[in-house]
């Protein structure tokens, strides 16, 4: 079962936890058997001691790799397993076999109660119902494990046989945290991926109704949200202007010096019409150098918003020492609940001509 999950997850820790199975599953098919032999008894032991602690150690190793995709080995975890490896197959040669057990046993322990305890951190900081499962089921373990072998040594057999059985069923409430713990990650990574996805479809619908050059909305917002404005004008009887935007002279503009200063000359309008919105009010993009604003206030205050627009433009453009020919036309109008926004548009289009001519006229 633990194969088929990291052929599905391809976590690190589910191989540690594979690898600690199978050493636990080794070592209880060595110690099933009684061996008439001395030397092959206590060789035997020796290395299902190695494979139990081995398989601690991987346990331990399963809590600080959650949850990377890589499987990391290092110099100083080969050096200890070598050690741990010398010690157990050899020294059962060299002292007592009852020393070589209790070191195994006071090894193992020691390292499921670290392994327990890091994954009760875990469950606390992430909130894992698999790694509390986990973290109170190896710190259990630890500490029958430990029981069990110093009644067998020291006391009863029998009743460290008893206490070994409530190890193997502690070591399936292990198995159950788990497959809780695996659960659990696959869920956490669906949300994350479900949370990139919503940000990538909002990041991707933002682009859709938003002019690159001048960061206005675009027509294509103007459709979307046409019919919202008029509902809730004629539902809460709010005030609503159109403030209708040209660039005088663009053309001529473009044509004298270069479209990188008409662009330029769009940006900069764009930041100044994005200064006069507020929450609730909309800047955007009609189409080449034609602008709107849609202002949730009365026409005299959409005239004085017109005005202070004029005169900032004018402003910048000197800044910037454009041409004195260029500057900006504008026109106001208010909403009609009836008419709806395209007749306000229309009507505004209209007082920013005669803006224009007025402009023209002027100059001339």
């Not at 099933?32 to 494979?51: E, H, K």
Request: hydrophobic share 50%; glycine share 8%; charged share 20%.
């Amino acid at each position: 079962m633990l194969s088929l999950l990291y052929l599905y997850r391809g976590r690190a820790f589910v191989v540690y936890w594979i690898g600690s199975w199978l050493l636990v599953a080794g070592a209880l098919g060595i110690v099933a058997r009684t061996y008439a032999d001395t030397t092959l008894r206590n060789v035997l032991t020796g290395l299902a001691l190695l494979f139990t602690v081995s398989a601690a150690g991987l346990m331990r190793l399963s809590v600080e790799s959650f949850p990377q995709h890589v499987v990391h080995w290092n110099g100083q975890r080969l050096m200890m397993m070598s050690a741990a490896a010398l010690w157990f197959l050899v020294t059962p040669f060299v002292v007592p076999l009852s020393s070589v057990v209790l070191t195994g046993t006071v090894a193992t322990a020691t390292l499921l109660a670290w392994s327990g305890i890091g994954y009760l951190r875990l469950a606390r900081n992430a909130r894992s119902a698999g790694a509390l499962v986990m973290g109170v089921g190896l710190t259990l373990i630890a500490t029958s494990h430990l029981i069990a072998s110093a009644l067998s040594l020291f006391m009863d057999l029998g009743a460290g046989q008893r206490l070994s059985a409530v190890t193997v069923i502690t070591t399936l409430f292990v198995a159950l945290g788990m497959h809780i713990l695996v659960f659990e990650d696959m869920t956490d990574e669906l949300r994350l991926t479900n949370r990139r996805l919503a940000g990538a479809n909002e990041e991707v619908r933002r682009l859709a109704i938003t002019d690159a050059l001048t960061g206005c909305h675009n027509r294509r917002f103007f459709d979307e949200v046409e019919r919202r404005e008029i509902e809730r004008h004629r539902r809460y009887k709010s005030a609503l202007s159109v403030v209708f935007i040209d660039v005088n002279h663009f053309k001529r503009l473009n044509d004298t010096l270069g479209h990188d200063r008409g662009d330029a000359v769009l940006w900069m309008i764009g930041n100044l019409l994005k200064g006069q919105v507020r929450q609730s009010d909309y800047a955007i993009r009609w189409g080449g150098d034609e602008f709107l604003l849609l202002l949730s206030c009365g026409v005299d205050e959409a005239k004085t918003k017109a005005a202070n627009l004029k005169a900032a433009f004018d402003q910048e453009a000197a800044t910037a020492a454009l041409p004195p020919y260029i500057g900006l036309s504008v026109g106001v109008a208010a909403v009609s609940p009836d008419e709806g926004l395209r007749a306000a548009i229309r009507e505004a289009d209209s007082h920013m001509y005669g803006d224009k001519l007025s402009a023209s006229s002027a100059v001339s």
